[in-house]
C-alpha cells in the first residue's frame, strides 16, 4: 500500500516560524506605520497633506496660540475628569451589586446596564438628544427655568455611556477575587463598610482604575454623542476637530492629533506604572508577613 512521505521535521519548524515572523511584522506595520507617519508629517512645512516640505514646528506654534484651541481643550479636560469620577463611583456600585447581591429584577438590570455597549453611538447619540428636550421641556413648564445644552449635558451622557464600560472592567475583577475573604471580616465584626473600605477596595483597586482610565479614554475621544448635546461654549477638543477635518485635512490636524496622541500615551504610561508599584507593593507584603512567620 502507497504511504505518503512524512514531512522533515525541520520543514515543520521553518515555515510555521516564516508564517509567525511575517504576520508579526504585518501586524505591526498596520499598528505603528499610521502613527510614525502622523508624527512625522505633522513637523512638515508643506501644506499638502503627505507631502514633506522641510522640518517645522510652525503647526504646533500655531495651535498653542489658537484661543478657541485652548478653550476646547480645557472644556474636553473637564468633562473628561468630572464624567470619569462619576462613571466610576455608579459603575463600581452597579458592579458590586451585580456580584454579590440577589434582588428582584437583577437579570433585568444587567441586561440595561450594558446597552450603551451594544447600541450604535449614532443611537445613543439621539437618544440623549430625545432626552434632553423632552426634560428641559417639562422642567422649563414647571419651574421656568429655561435650561439647555451646555456641559452639563455633555457630562451627563458621558456618564450615561461609561458606566457600562467602568462596570465590566470592575466586575471582572470582582469575579475573579475570594469572596472567603470579605466573609472573614465579617465574622471579625467589621461592618459592612470596613468590609468593603479594608478588604473589597484594596482588591478590586486595579479594576476601578482600570476602568476609570477606560472611561477618560472614551471620554476624551467622543464626537457622536457630544456634537449632538453640547451647546454654545461647550465644544470638546475631538468635536473641534471634526470641524476642522470636514474643511479638509491640514497640517494643523496632524499636530492635534499628536497631542491627542501623546496625552493617551502619557495615561497608559501612568496605568503601567501604577500596576507595577501596586504589585511590587505587594509582593513586599506578602515577603514581610512570610519572614514575620
Known sequence: MWRKEP???????RLPV??????????????????????VFSFSASRIPGQWGGFTTEWYSTLFDDSRLQR??????????VSTLIATVLGTMAALALERFTFRGRRVFDALLYLPIIIPDVTMAV???MFFSQSFNVVDAVFGLGLSKGFGTIVVSHVAFNIAFVSVVVR????G????????????YASRWQAFRYVTLPLIAPGVFGGALLALTLSLD?????QFVAGPGSTTLPV?????????VTPTINSVSVIMLVASLILVAGSVALQRANASRGRQQLQTSGGTS
Open 18 to 39: 516564516w508564517a509567525l515572523r511575517t504576520n508579526g511584522v504585518v501586524v505591526l506595520l498596520f499598528l505603528y506605520a499610521p502613527i510614525i507617519l502622523l508624527v
Open 222 to 226: 467622543d464626537v457622536v454623542v457630544t
Open 240 to 248: 473641534y476637530v471634526f470641524s476642522l477635518i470636514r474643511k479638509g
Open 172 to 175: 471582572a475583577r470582582i469575579a
Open 127 to 129: 437618544m440623549m438628544l
Open 72 to 81: 476646547t481643550i480645557w472644556v474636553s479636560v473637564r468633562v473628561a475628569l
Open 7 to 13: 514531512v522533515s521535521r525541520s520543514h515543520q519548524r
Open 177 to 188: 477575587m475570594n469572596a472567603t475573604l470579605e466573609q472573614a471580616a465579617s465574622d471579625l
